[in-house]
């Protein structure tokens, strides 16, 4: 097949699976995306685990671990549909291990209270669904299958989150205080999530052509912050950003610049929290070694049984 006949199949909406044939390119830009949405599911969990044991209630707790448990679930199928690719488990965990792939930014700031997590849920889980809503119709089939559980489960997350800021916000003075400050730490960094404005993001135009991705960085963002600001009204914080305000000619909400030095510093390694969660997975996979090893054991026992 030549890349005019693939780009037909493209355009008509037909699902590219994995034995069909695919441009080289096509094929990179799925794994790099693919394993960096994996990645991003696995070290995320680091900074929720973190309040399993200080949550303020069992329920509290119960609705964490579950959470987690779905995070640990979404890095699976994801991992499960970046090997369809041609790419190892094995190799994609030693990409991140050595720098070569990258996890969201997002994951490299602390959580530094309860407030945090409520933060954490409804932002950044809440930026996540607007991204992978569309992501549904994702050209690539595993992708695009994976991605419709992932969305209901990822609809959970938000709830959890923002529940947690809306009873913060209607406590003490000092708890809704808590929830203003988490939300003034975690806004910019979350609506920096979806990636450089679509000026300055070379991949967007061949991911756009091939349907990987249905939505550009700047129309991901403007979407969040729209639905983001009537719910953060509707509790009582304020989104901490001086220059936002309601467009009437363009029907979406102006918003201030966001500080691209900061994100390209942290992607780069250069976060609050860049080294610890990278140590933290790596410390975390040599000691499940000997777990790994004894499923491959017991799988290869089993295919001799059945031979």
Not at 59 to 86: F, N, P, V
Not at 214 to 223: C, P
Not at 256 to 266: L, N, Q
Request: aromatic letters at 10%; proline letters at 4%; one cysteine or more.
């Amino acid at each position: 097949m030549t890349e005019e006949k693939f780009q037909k199949r493209i355009d008509a909406e037909q699902k590219i699976e994995p034995k069909d044939w695919m441009p080289d390119a096509y094929r990179k830009h799925l794994i790099r995306q693919i394993s960096q949405h994996a990645h991003s599911e696995v070290i995320g969990m680091q900074p929720e685990g973190n309040w399993v044991t200080r949550a303020p209630s069992l329920r509290a707790k119960m609705i964490l671990l579950a959470k987690i448990q779905d995070e640990a679930g979404h890095g699976l199928y994801l991992y499960s549909a970046c090997e369809t690719l041609g790419i190892s488990r094995d190799e994609l965990v030693q990409q991140l291990h050595d720098g070569k792939a990258k996890y969201s930014s997002i994951f490299n700031y602390p959580t530094l209270n309860w407030a945090d997590m409520g933060a954490v849920g409804w932002l950044v889980d809440g930026a996540a669904i607007v991204n992978q809503v569309s992501l549904q119709r994702t050209s690539y089939g595993p992708y695009s299958r994976g991605m419709v559980r992932i969305c209901k489960e990822e609809s959970f997350h938000q709830r959890q989150g923002y529940e947690i800021m809306a009873t913060m916000a209607a406590g003490t003075p000092e708890q809704k205080q808590m929830a203003q400050d988490a939300l003034n730490r975690i806004w910019w960094p979350s609506i920096m999530m979806f990636g450089p404005h679509d000026a300055d993001s070379p991949r967007s135009g061949n991911a756009l052509k091939w349907k990987i991705k249905r939505q550009t960085n700047d129309e991901l963002r403007q979407s969040f912050i729209d639905k983001t600001v009537a719910q953060a009204e509707l509790i009582g914080l304020t989104i901490p950003d001086p220059d936002l305000k309601w467009n009437e000619e363009t029907g979406h909400y102006d918003f201030g610049a966001m500080d691209w030095d900061e994100f390209w510093r942290v992607v780069k390694g250069d976060g609050p929290c860049n080294k610890q969660r990278l140590d933290h997975h790596k410390k975390a996979h040599k000691e499940g070694e000997w777990v790994r090893n004894a499923a491959k054991a017991y799988a290869k026992k089993q295919e001799l049984l059945t031979v």
